[in-house]
């Protein structure tokens, strides 16, 4: 089975601590289409991005609306990758950090960088 038939799902999550307005929205948006684009190209089109937004979140705590819905996703096996920008946008936080990405592995579900993901793909 190749690897573009079993990749359906990629979660690309974003956060960004304070809210600059409708900036921050285009900025996410346009890495979101950016992203979206790359998985097509690696993963054919049916592939689906969704995208988790926590705008005006801290990352040194995980009670984020998004990553929790993006949690609740992963555990429901909706999700087949988790992708984000940079490690900071997961967590600042080193132990939650690892406590994240321990949580994906338990659900078979890799972790990778986004924006290097974009690069290997242009």
Known sequence: ?????????????????????????CETAKLGAAFSKACMKRFGESVEVIVYHDIGFSG???????????????????????????????SRDFNDHSMLTRYFATYAVPVINGTAFMREQA
């Not at 190749?2 to 921050?24: H, P, Q, V």
């Open 1 to 25: 089975m190749s690897e573009k038939s079993t990749i359906k799902r990629i979660a690309l999550y974003m956060r960004k601590a304070c809210d600059e307005g409708d900036k921050t929205y």
């Open 60 to 90: 040194m705590h995980i009670e984020r609306p998004a990553l929790q819905r993006l949690l609740q996703d992963v555990q429901g096996k909706r999700i087949d990758i988790v992708a984000y920008p940079d490690h900071h946008h997961l």
